[in-house]
């Protein structure tokens, strides 16, 4: 198997969600990339008409070569988060290209929060995209972090042991879901 792409759904600079992503990357490290949607523009039809940004294309062929997608991804007012859902959008564009970037990809969202409840209301509002894209979404298990500034100190750092096991089990998992959709059928 090759590898999974990671994206974070904040560009806050102390995001748990990043820090999330960047302790699995640390558990998996020849297994998890990760990549950066920070300078993906706001989707507009005009800019695209106009000529596709170069940061959009190199996000594009990232997910298309990789063997998975994790959507690392906050919940924003009980849904996702606009920046992420902005990313996927131009990443689906032109239409036609989809078929060539998420069909039949195996994806998976985890997230953190401050919060009591994680983001289990924001990793629900995924599935109507995932199943907009045709893509694989990976259900056999969940990973919401609740009150995630007691599970990573000052500097970002995973501290949870408990959450540290939990993350090698569900990236664990979702790789051999990968590497199970990418085999050919016997």
Sequence with gaps: MGHVLGISGSLREGSYNSALLRAARAIYPGRLQIGRIDRIPLYNADVEAAGFPATVEEVKQQVAAADGLLLVSPEYNNSVPGVLKNAIDWLSRPSGDIRNVFRDKPVAVIGASPGGFGTILGQDSWLPVFRALRARHWTAERL????????????????????????????????????ASSSPPR
């Design 144 to 179: 919401m972090v609740s009150h995630a500034h007691d599970a990573f100190d000052e500097a970002g750092a995973l501290v949870d042991d408990h959450l540290r096991e939990r993350l090698r089990g569900f990236v664990g998992g979702f790789i051999s879901f990968c590497e």
